[in-house]
């Protein structure tokens, strides 16, 4: 992918806000979003394919609310996603 379509894709990366659903527990959430998670979502949101290990997560995701992870594009291009994860 040249460097013109991966500023593109961080451009529609950093315009939106990535839902992710999980079952709520007593106290956040049951289990947690994970990258394999978030990578799912914005296939199915944004039709955009990033691999999981991409996504950098410093830990697991465990409470509702939105959440800001770096994922990394290529070419030293990085995209902050935005990352709501949404008690059902």
């Not at 991966?6 to 659903?21: N, P, R």
């Not at 049951?30 to 955009?48: R, T, Y």
């Not at 995701?61 to 902050?80: F, Q, R, Y």
């Amino acid at each position: 992918m040249n460097w013109l379509d991966l500023k593109l894709k961080k451009k529609t990366l950093e315009a939106a806000t990535i839902k992710v659903e999980k079952p709520l527990a007593p106290v956040g959430i049951k289990g947690s979003v994970g990258n394999a998670d978030i990578s799912k979502g914005i296939e199915e949101q944004l039709n955009i394919d990033l691999d999981k290990k991409h996504i950098n997560l410093k830990k697991a995701l465990k409470s509702t609310g939105i959440h800001e992870v770096d994922a990394k594009l290529g070419h030293g291009i990085h995209a902050m996603l935005k990352v709501e994860v949404v008690g059902v």
